[in-house]
């Protein structure tokens, strides 16, 4: 989530203090971005662990890092935001 969390929802979830609060802003972090609601799949966060795990099994190889946390991610993350937020705007 940390790359795709807005500045306001990171403050926010940092002034939680239960881990029932931190469970239900996370609920609520996924239901807000479901490009379908009406089904039990988000396909937003789907997609979104499976760039994770992508990134990981394809980058992580090469270096001491989680993929997702390697400078090749970093450069394909803004690729990456731009498709899920087109194909939202397109799905809604």
Request: aromatic share 16%; glycine share 4%.
């Amino acid at each position: 989530m940390s790359y795709i969390i807005t500045a306001t929802e990171k403050n926010v979830f940092l002034q939680l203090e239960t881990n029932m609060e931190r469970d239900f802003f996370i609920e609520v972090f996924w239901k807000q971005r479901d490009p379908t609601p009406g089904t039990p799949e988000n396909e937003f966060k789907d997609e979104h662990y499976q760039r994770i795990n992508y990134a990981n099994r394809t980058f992580g190889r090469m270096s001491s890092k989680r993929g997702w946390q390697t400078d090749w991610v970093q450069e394909l993350r803004s690729v990456w935001a731009f498709e899920s937020e087109e194909n939202m705007l397109i799905q809604r």
